[in-house]
């Protein structure tokens, strides 16, 4: 799992940003069960990047919302 800078994010759509957080989800699985068999596992980073791709994606809307209240006036 490589990490992934916050401005990559932004630059993504809202297509590769779903794809991205179906992966993490799912390696977030593995990584607890694999943690409840061996005792080791990264958990807490998948969900500091799952919690990335929210941020990103909630600023865009935000951005949206603000420029049609712009084009509005």
């Known amino acids: 799992m490589a990490k992934v ?3 990559d994010l932004k ?8 794809k991205k957080m ?7 699985v593995k990584s607890k069960a694999s943690a409840a068999k061996k005792g080791s596992a990264n ?3 998948i969900k500091k990047m799952i919690a990335k791709i929210y941020t ?15 084009n509005k006036k």
Do not use: H, S, Y
Request: aromatic share 2%; charged share 40%.
């Open 43 to 45: 958990p807490k980073q």
């Open 22 to 28: 179906q992966e993490l989800k799912l390696e977030l």
């Open 56 to 70: 990103a994606e909630k600023q865009n809307t935000n951005l949206n919302k603000e420029v049609q209240e712009k």
């Open 5 to 7: 800078k916050f401005q």
């Open 11 to 18: 630059k993504m759509t809202n297509e590769e940003r779903n």
